[in-house]
């Protein structure tokens, strides 16, 4: 968010200083890895669709400003019983707003994507638009176009405190104190820290996702096989298609450990990755094989 501001506040002329607490390129937020699922059918709630769709066409405008392609059309497809919340949800959001899509019982879906083995009392919501975006590219493609239009991007500076000082405001880093006319404040999980007079009811999760080579060879791959959100009562899941030097990206999508960005746990424990590979292998037989690396 911070480095999409400032690509956007520099290219309508503003002067932008822009200030992170560690090094370009880190791990520490939720921004880092190779791929993020974009999709329109959001089921947790029609009013995101809008802005989705209009974040298909910034992404768009930031490939042709930069010359690199960080958008995959791999489609992506939502499953579960009709009545679970993710397909209801996803389906009421495409209806609702016009989005293109499909709607498959399972042995259709068995039928369009060999890879998924599902129950026969699950269905399914295609999504032929929805892809992956290559987060560690839109930020090095933001900063770098940001730079280009004369914003100052200063890292391992962290911020302090702020404050409103006269018609502007003031801010205090472990180096220096600015003053501006504006702030945007787009800290991520740290956004607590900074804002703590509102005592915003922020909960933050650790999330883990692995990436594992697949054993079956091909079935997998982006252009064969979407990616797919999957509710059972053991909750959400999300698989990620194979891409090149990639395998297939798995984890939990809809809660985690409950953490500080300081107390985030970065070990990963066999057990935690036995799981998800026993419950990838569930639906998409053969996907989770070695372990290429994990993600948190």
Same mark, same amino acid.
């Given at each position: 968010?911070?480095?999409?501001?400032?690509?956007?506040?520099?290219?309508?002329?503003?002067?932008?200083?822009?200030?992170?607490?560690?090094?370009?390129?880190?791990?520490?937020?939720? @921004?880092? $890895?190779?791929?993020?699922?974009?999709?329109?059918?959001?089921? *947790? @709630?029609?009013?995101?669709?809008?802005?989705?769709?209009?974040?298909?066409?910034?992404?768009?405008?930031?490939?042709?400003?930069?010359?690199?392609?960080? =958008?995959?059309?791999? $489609?992506?497809?939502? =499953?579960?019983?009709?009545?679970?919340?993710?397909?209801?949800?996803?389906?009421?959001?495409? /209806?609702?707003?016009?989005?293109?899509?499909?709607? =498959?019982?399972?042995? %259709?879906?068995?039928?369009?994507?060999?890879?998924?083995?599902?129950?026969?009392?699950?269905?399914?919501?295609? %999504?032929?638009?929805?892809?992956?975006?290559?987060?560690?590219?839109?930020?090095?493609?933001?900063?770098?176009?940001?730079?280009?239009?004369?914003?100052?991007?200063?890292?391992?500076?962290?911020?302090?405190?702020?404050?409103?000082?006269?018609?502007?405001?003031?801010?205090?880093?472990?180096?220096?104190?600015?003053?501006? $006319?504006?702030?945007?404040?787009?800290?991520?999980?740290?956004?607590?820290?900074?804002?703590?007079?509102?005592?915003?009811?922020? *909960?933050?999760?650790?999330?883990?996702?692995?990436?594992?080579?697949?054993? /079956?060879?091909?079935?997998?791959?982006?252009?064969?096989?979407?990616?797919?959100?999957? %509710?059972?009562?053991?909750?959400?899941?999300?698989?990620?298609?194979?891409?090149?030097?990639?395998?297939?990206?798995?984890?939990?999508?809809?809660?985690?450990?409950?953490?500080?960005? *300081?107390?985030?746990?970065? %070990?990963?424990?066999?057990?935690?990755?036995? @799981?998800?590979?026993?419950?990838?292998? /569930?639906?998409?037989?053969?996907?989770?094989?070695?372990?290429?690396?994990?993600?948190?």
């Amino acid at each position: 968010m911070g480095s999409a501001a400032a690509w956007h506040l520099s290219r309508r002329g503003y002067r932008v200083l822009g200030l992170d607490a560690y090094q370009r390129g880190h791990d520490r937020g939720s @921004s880092h $890895g190779r791929t993020r699922i974009i999709r329109q059918a959001y089921y *947790e @709630s029609p009013d995101y669709v809008p802005l989705v769709r209009r974040s298909y066409d910034l992404w768009h405008a930031l490939e042709q400003e930069s010359g690199k392609a960080l =958008l995959t059309v791999t $489609g992506g497809i939502y =499953l579960g019983r009709p009545e679970a919340k993710l397909v209801a949800g996803a389906l009421a959001s495409a /209806r609702l707003h016009g989005i293109p899509h499909e709607e =498959l019982d399972a042995a %259709e879906i068995r039928r369009r994507f060999p890879a998924f083995r599902v129950p026969d009392d699950f269905a399914g919501l295609y %999504e032929p638009d929805a892809g992956l975006l290559d987060p560690e590219a839109c930020l090095s493609a933001l900063l770098d176009l940001a730079a280009a239009r004369g914003a100052e991007l200063r890292h391992e500076e962290p911020v302090r405190r702020w404050w409103v000082d006269g018609d502007g405001v003031a801010v205090e880093t472990e180096r220096e104190h600015y003053r501006a $006319g504006r702030l945007v404040l787009a800290a991520g999980s740290w956004i607590g820290q900074l804002l703590a007079d509102l005592r915003l009811p922020l *909960e933050i999760w650790r999330i883990l996702h692995v990436h594992f080579e697949p054993e /079956r060879d091909g079935l997998f791959d982006a252009g064969r096989c979407p990616f797919a959100l999957w %509710e059972i009562p053991e909750g959400i899941y999300s698989a990620f298609p194979a891409l090149p030097g990639q395998g297939v990206k798995f984890g939990r999508h809809d809660t985690g450990e409950i953490c500080t960005p *300081e107390t985030a746990r970065r %070990e990963v424990r066999p057990g935690e990755v036995e @799981s998800l590979r026993a419950m990838l292998n /569930r639906f998409l037989p053969g996907a989770g094989g070695q372990v290429l690396w994990t993600l948190t």
